[in-house]
């Protein structure tokens, strides 16, 4: 360019792209980009090992520019600084496979960083001194949220105390742009010290009040509010008038307005119930009854097999419609295949209560009509969820409409129970299912948030009855419409089950030829920066995932997809972990469609013919 | 309940659910609704008199609660009262008519408000003196963001202040419990001043600088930052790496890869030229050489006649390929009959440039392959735009391709001009297609707003080159996913030409039978508050709409839909009025639904058998 005479290498971050990493290194050659960024959730969902996606780089005629993000290093409290240069040093190991000279280090958010710039410099001296006993080099980029350095005029500064050669600056338009930075003070940063620059573009962003309110209202019970309390005040002051929502949503504004309307006036009656209007009353569901599969013609044989070879055994056949029982301990799965329901997917969730009768009236209230006996014998009252999916009332008695054929088998490979449903949602459904299972199961909201899979972004929220004996995991692919570029990846539904000892439960099913999916080496290698190499070569045999909280562990494996729309999980959980292993659903996407692609070769399958 | 003994009415804001009117007072009847607020927009866009909705309420059962919004009263300029008591009467007008006893006023958010609150007091009790008269009454609501009048408690102390019987508060959790109000002095309101509450839920709003970096970033050129600037400086300073795209954006998570990679290289071509690296250089497009339809087979004739009853002539055929060239003055439209292109759309936009093969190298440049000659006769250079269209570039002499069968007719109808193509956009094409026309064509972003539509949220951009020849309007279902309950709504587009007296044209046009779009009578009782009766009286019988900015005004007219996909309208700019009536267009978009739903009578469509 005429600011400098030579062109420069172009480059582009795997994050900027849609799919695995096998679509992104091609999508980035294809458009001419010189060189790649690797953000390490991509590197870690792909079965490609290093030297494999080094060797697909250098084929395509890409310079892999830059490892990123080493998070939480700088100004650690000094008791932490030996741990984080083995963690450094486990991801140098990764660089040199890969074949990339700098690693990222972002500047630090932990809640427990000190805000001293000379212990900032000195940690990252040594970092640097660690990066250039093997040839690599440290990029430190000012993060606009970070902890204590969230300016590039402050991680210069940083960077030039420390003065080490293999030390140098990240720049990033949007940390500087977004704060409004004056990038005036560039100048005076020695051109030596500037080892990489990212740039991105952003809106000016219009979060304001009146954005808040024209767009993301919600129906009393769906947000944050304190709506009790509020209309208590209101009804207290001697308000006579009518209890009217107003509520501006983008979702909503474009939702079918019958569905939308009875969702505003559920949310309503929940209310009104929450200040002492009364609803018919129910007991809460003691326990998960049976979930209620429809597999189509292709996916049954494969579906059969696995619940077979999990352990499961056929103890019985409907009196009335074609629907098998399949029981393990104290877990039932029924095969419906009579139903109008879409098939290969978790069509019902039936849950024990001892008064079915009184459920189905409080259900009615609530604007969830009852299905009538003649049409669904198998499960006498039961009601429609917002995704269609069934939420049936069963009394202790519900085997009373099955020809009991076997008792039900004990657990045979280590599965005690259910531990939760997981339900993709369709996009527009997701604030009124939380609200349909709160206010007719009385579910409440444990876990919500978001994560990045490898086909976009997802929502995911766990409602659960306070003993944790129903659980319902749902999810939302937030923008995804339909599956035009990347048909692999339907949104598939599953059960999970508990068991206390996962490795065992891993091996029984793997004895019996249970099809569970296979983990990429690159998620253990990842892991190790975490975990002791025993723990982890057990994890990596048996192909189970990890992942812990503030109050315990989660071990958890799958099985393949079936069908397309089903699979089932195996959960450990230790502690009080009260998660559902989220962060490492990415890993399970990519995973899954490996799996499918490899069952279904062909040309239009990204990625598989590369 | 229990708080007071016995049960509310249970309300519902129009503004709540998508649909037209019509959708909206069925959806919340048969949800159990007692009542509804009518949102003014809604009533607007209806071809049903107030009469029709205040008797269609009565027979569902719903009573109209509340009249909404009336903004911008309280505290103005002494000089502006009369003019805002009579704005006021103008709706009490219509209230008589729907039937409904209260209308929400809203605080004001106007500039030159005044920070007074014995005047806010004095000009509320007018208002409420003039209702009075009426047996109407006033609910005044503090806005969270009101320009001075934002809590609860200083909306209250005004309306003690004013102390009149029809003046009361609406107090809305939304605008309450957004700014962390204490609810707790809601308590000190008598509950004879307790008009009216709304109640909304909201989550917690979470745009912070980190969602924003993760979730919003663009490509540079399709945000607000200044980019070339940051980069200058970067590279003055000695910078030698790479420049690398870092870009979290959660449109392209889940865009097919290949096309994001495209965007992201043009983007960073187009960042590189503007600091000085050459790319081919190429005139800029002169005008508007010509557009390009293809007609489905349905389609087809209806818009030939259209074309003719709007003045134009087919004047020439293509030497190879099946299309029709129809002119009038200096406009002209292709019917493309042999395109492979999705039928019933505008296929392709031709500009005239004196020099079409170096455009055509600078979009080959920038990675908008040139299609062969071999395959496209009608148009020997064109690029594909990011929504599948094609960009054509012309000399002067791209009338040699047609056998000419007649002269171009001046124009019959008043018809000067092509002002601007407006082009609906697949969501996820919408910041590459700003992209692509700024690049390729040099066309600058002039209009950037969303609106809300019947059926759901609409993103609009403008595009046009300095001299205003060339304008492209683009638009987007923010999130609408195809067209599941409302089948009648597809994304058309249109042609809008040029008039300099838009009442002799639509004459013109309607002595030809050019079916023109009726547009209800509610939305020009509603303009009423703002034009005198002779102008307001000539653009009803007209169905002109009105517009105006602080630069001008904008008449514009619309023709029905042709194949569902393809309309066109007539426009009229006074003074240098820079928009494109967008404001207007939730109206035309209610109206070319109601044509659709009118030739199309149908069970299956909403609002049809009611």
Partial sequence: MSDTGTRRPRGIATVCLSGTIEDKLDAAARAGFDGVEIFEDDLIATSWAPERIRQRCADLGLNIDLYQPFRDFEAAPPRRLAANLRRAEHKFDLMERLGVVTMLVCSSVAPDTIDDDDLAAAQLRQLAEHAARRGLRVAYEALAWGRHVNTYTRSADIVARADHPALGLCLDSFHILSRGSDPGDIADIPGDKLFFLQLADAPRPRMDLLQWSRHHRLFPGQGDFDLSGFLRRVLAAGYQGPLSLEVFNDVFRQAEPHRAAIDAMRSLLTLEESIGAPLPEAPAPSEVAFTSLTPGENCRPELAQTLAAMGFALTGRHRRQPVELWEQGTMRVLLDDGSDDPHDRISGLAVETTDPAAAARRAEALLAPVSSPEATAAAPLSVRAPDGSRVIFCDADWRRDFHLTAPAPPSRTHLL??????????????????????????????????????????????????????????????LRRGAEWSPGVPAPQHIAFATDDIFAAAEAMRANAVPLLSIPDNYYDDLGARLAPPQLDRLRAHHVLYDRDRRGEFLHLYTAVHGNRVFFEVVQRIGDYSGYGTANAPVRMAAHRRYRLSRTPGPGSPGSAR
């Fill in 417 to 478: 129970g259910v531990d939760h449903i997981a339900l993709t949602q369709p996009f527009d459904h997701f604030d009124a299912a939380t609200l349909f299972y709160h206010s007719i199961l009385g579910l409440n909201t444990e876990d919500d948030g978001e994560y990045a899979a490898p086909f976009g972004l997802v929502r995911s929220r766990a409602l659960s009855d306070p003993r944790h004996r129903v659980r319902i995991a749902l999810s939302v692919a937030l």
